[in-house]
């Protein structure tokens, strides 16, 4: 059974702060997404990434997909309170099936 | 706005019923997927189906059953509700049958009561 685990699970940073998140399997993947969800909303894509070592920006949060496609960091910098809510990633597999992690629950405190 | 509609909003109902959830994807996609989050859990694929047909089946108790009729609106029907099964009900729509990119609508949130 593929796996993908995010760490950390949960994260409290003040406002201002740079941090990152990470997803990561022993599987290798052929695309990987992120997606952010806030209370009581569905997901909303981030970003997909589909070649090993590609790096993709948006504004202040860099995303990462490993050489290997087993594994993705996001980095966000300067963290604002907008940036608060669970960000979750999915790994595409082999079949086309999206594996999910469990997230990453992140709070930022003005 | 994803453009993926869900109704209704919120259901509330008691153990033992049957309801029914409704799904419009984006226009022009013809996957529909269905995913379960119960409360500060991760999201639980229970089912795909693209242009009418059922694609792939994840974790899908026998009592929930899903159906994407001609129009590529589709319908998540659950039945003899336990305490267990409150939580939000996301479907996603995508315009291939990849899991390239989903696009959530914004939850059906049920409470059994």
């Known amino acids: 059974t593929q796996l993908l685990e995010q760490s950390p699970q949960f994260l409290s940073i003040q406002e201002g702060e740079n941090l990152t998140v990470y997803c990561n399997s022993s599987?290798?993947?052929?695309?990987l997404q992120w997606y952010r969800q806030e209370p009581g909303e569905g997901p909303v894509l981030l970003v997909t990434?589909?070649?090993g070592g590609e790096v993709k920006k948006l504004k202040r949060l860099t995303f990462q997909f490993g050489d290997a496609r087993k594994d993705s960091s996001l980095h966000i910098t300067a963290a604002q309170p907008g940036d608060t809510g669970l960000y979750l990633c999915?790994?595409?597999?082999?079949?086309?099936?999206?594996?999910w992690g469990a997230g990453t629950k992140l709070i930022i405190k003005p | 706005d994803s453009g993926v509609t869900q109704t209704p909003k919120h259901l509330i109902t008691a153990t033992g019923q049957r309801v029914t959830l409704r799904c419009s994807p984006r226009?022009?996609?013809?996957?529909v997927y269905w995913y379960q989050q119960s409360l500060d859990q991760g999201l639980q694929f229970l089912i795909q189906?693209?242009?009418?047909?059922?694609?792939a089946k994840g974790n899908i108790l026998e009592r929930f059953s899903a159906q994407q009729f001609p129009d590529l609106h589709s319908e998540l029907n659950l039945s003899s509700l336990e305490l267990g099964d409150s939580a939000l009900y996301f479907c996603?729509?995508?315009?291939?049958?990849?899991?390239?990119?989903?696009?959530f609508g914004p939850g059906t949130r049920l409470t059994v009561t």
């Open positions: 996603a729509s995508s315009p291939r049958t990849d899991n390239y990119e989903q696009y």
């Open positions: 226009s022009g996609d013809l996957s």
């Open positions: 189906y693209y242009n009418g047909e059922e694609r």
């Open positions: 599987s290798v993947f052929s695309s």
């Open positions: 990434v589909v070649t």
């Open positions: 999915a790994g595409a597999d082999s079949n086309y099936q999206l594996i």
